[in-house]
């Protein structure tokens, strides 16, 4: 256990998801006998586990996680409008994640989950964003979520696949005129040349 790291988010309100290797699923409560009393609290949380060894397992579980990431995130910076409610049962059949991001038409969740610091969650947020953005529909819903100022900040990321991805989306958001002037103001233009 990262005690002091547990600790500190405590201090700061941070929520906290317990996460467990599936081959640990039956040592949790072995885990919390040795957590200090100040964290034995944890014992009520919702566990998840997850097993790399199987694909919609370990998808299943990552959902899990973003479910609950996604309601304790604050409004992501810069948004125009707060987000809108969305109290999304959890599909009957689990269809995976980038199923899951594809379907959440919640622009706001989808643009929080980029604040997350997390490479792998910014590659497939922002795969679901450009699978969106493809619709003409949704490209001014996008860039009111606050979707510009995160894809600004991922062009200046060392990996070439997301600031590539980034880029792409930035393009197809750029298709409706009314989203250009927002884009160039967000300081898109300077990491693109």
Known sequence: LRLKELRWAIDAGTPIQPVLRSEDEDRANEFLRMAPPDLQFLENAKWVDLNIGAVRY????VDMILRTAASFLPPAPFATSP?????????AQ???????LDAHDNFHALVR????????LDFLVVEALDNHARSPANQVAIVRAG???ALVHLLSTRETDQRTQAARVLFRLAEKEENRAAIL????????V
């Open 58 to 61: 370990w998808e299943l579980g």
């Open 94 to 100: 689990p269809e995976g994640l980038m199923a899951f």
């Open 147 to 149: 979707a510009v100022v």
């Open 185 to 192: 103001d967000a300081g898109a233009l300077e990491p693109l």
């Open 113 to 120: 989950l980029l604040y997350v610091d997390d490479s792998m």
């Open 83 to 91: 987000p809108a409610p969305h109290d999304e049962a959890p599909p």
